[in-house]
T-cell receptor, first 112, second 112 residues
Framework: ETGVTQSPTHLIKTRGQQVTLRCSSQ?????VSWYQQALGQGPQFIFQ???????GRGNFPPRFSGLQFPNYSSELNVNALELDDSALYLC???????????FGPGTRLTVL | DQQVKQNSPSLSVQEGRISILNCDYT??????FLWYKKYPAEGPTFLIS?????DKNEDGRFTVFLNKSAKHLSLHIVPSQPGDSAVYFC???????????FGGGTRLMVKP
């Protein structure tokens, strides 16, 4: 059984640029959630996709957007990057509406 | 407004002894609670969970206790091992499969 994978591992961007992060869900999982983890804090929910539809959104501005594909992989897009967007971005997958979510290793984004 | 709080940023325990990690929550809608362990440069790993209809759940060396009236849960690790040294996050959710709300984490150090 393949776990959750994310790419890239690390990324450096400058303020104002756009970034796309990618996630492949664990085999058999059709729900993907994205979280932002700032240094020294717990992960914060960005949004969730279930069967290619957004299924909940946290307190993040519209410049954070996402997609889920028919194979249940997902993308997180962030436009007009700000310095405060520097964080670890975590993707988690789950089966349907089960509570247990399984996380990937994350993408470390640095905005200069 | 932090709905899930872990008030101890760090905890140091001797190998073989019990580790007790605590978590408090404010939102009475939460009906499912999870503990995750996180090593540096890795994503959070699911450890154990508990539904609000229970007050205890055990899995090997790990036991989670839930006190709904106090809105408090704890994770007990017995016996503690050096490999348990990591950051532990508690998380809560409501409406099965919904977003996870995380605490800020507790760094556990188990000394040989």
């Amino acid at each position: 059984e393949t776990g959750v994978t994310q790419s890239p591992t690390h990324l450096i961007k400058t303020r104002g640029q756009q970034v796309t992060l990618r996630c492949s869900s664990q085999s058999g999982h059709n729900t993907v959630s994205w979280y932002q983890q700032a240094l020294g804090q717990g992960p914060q929910f960005i949004f969730q996709y279930y069967r290619e539809e957004e299924n909940g959104r946290g307190n993040f501005p519209p410049r954070f957007s996402g997609l889920q594909f028919p194979n249940y992989s997902s993308e997180l897009n962030v436009n007009a990057l700000e310095l405060d967007d520097s964080a670890l971005y975590l993707c988690a997958s789950s089966r349907g509406q089960e509570n247990e979510q399984f996380f990937g290793p994350g993408t470390r984004l640095t905005v200069l | 407004d932090q709905q899930v709080k872990q008030n101890s940023p760090s905890l140091s325990v001797q190998e073989g002894r019990i580790s007790i990690l605590n978590c408090d929550y404010t939102n009475s809608m939460f009906d499912y609670f999870l503990w995750y362990k996180k090593y540096p440069a890795e994503g959070p790993t699911f450890l154990i969970s508990i539904s609000s209809i229970k007050d205890k759940n055990e899995d090997g060396r790990f036991t989670v206790f839930l006190n709904k009236s106090a809105k408090h849960l704890s994770l007990h690790i017995v016996p503690s091992q050096p490999g348990d040294s990591a950051v532990y996050f508690c998380a809560a959710s409501y409406n099965a499969g919904n977003m996870l709300t995380f605490g800020g984490g507790t760094r556990l150090m188990v000394k040989p």
